[in-house]
């Protein structure tokens, strides 16, 4: 069973806290893959308070979310490259440097990222990820769609 049987049951059982972790987790991931000008290109102010935010928290809020359901391999994957973040030097991840992302620090990282994405089948999410993103973020916080009247 592949990553996004497991997410598709989580949504079918709901667990929709699990499943908006992981559907934060994909656009963090996906800025963690991309290469150093990509990610200066994505980032419009400081690279390290950005990158924090944007992609490292994620990636713990995922893993304070989902927790042991997580398959082993994707929780092993999510581990390390939030040791990998946490683990970057001040040379590597300091305020105002546009450059950051050049260090040598970032590769591992970069690498572990776009290992992860495959291993959590992030094409097969990806068509549905917008919607499933902000149907779980209405159900966590109790918002409900308006329902057409029936005649």
């Not at 709901?14 to 963690?32: I, K, M, S, T, W």
């Not at 997580?70 to 590597?92: A, F, K, M």
């Not at 440097?97 to 620090?105: A, G, K, N, P």
């Not at 291993?119 to 209405?138: K, R």
Request: glycine share 8%; with cysteine; hydrophobic share 40%.
């Amino acid at each position: 069973m592949g990553f996004a049987t497991t997410l598709w049951e989580w949504y079918g059982e709901g667990e929709y806290g699990r499943v908006l972790a992981v559907c934060e987790a994909f656009p963090a991931l996906e800025f963690l893959a991309m290469s150093a000008d990509q990610q200066r290109e994505a980032i419009p102010d400081c690279p390290a308070c950005e990158a924090w935010s944007i992609s490292m928290l994620p990636l713990n809020g995922t893993l304070t979310a989902c927790g042991s359901a997580l398959p082993d391999e994707v929780g092993s994957g999510l581990h390390r490259i939030w040791q990998l973040c946490n683990g970057l030097t001040e040379d590597s991840f300091h305020c105002g440097d546009r450059l950051i992302f050049d260090h040598q620090d970032w590769q591992p990282i970069r690498d572990s990222a776009t290992d992860l994405l495959r291993l959590m089948e992030h094409p097969e999410i990806s068509p549905f990820l917008n919607d499933l993103t902000v149907d779980c973020h209405n159900e966590v916080n109790g918002y409900v769609a308006a329902k057409p009247e029936r005649s």
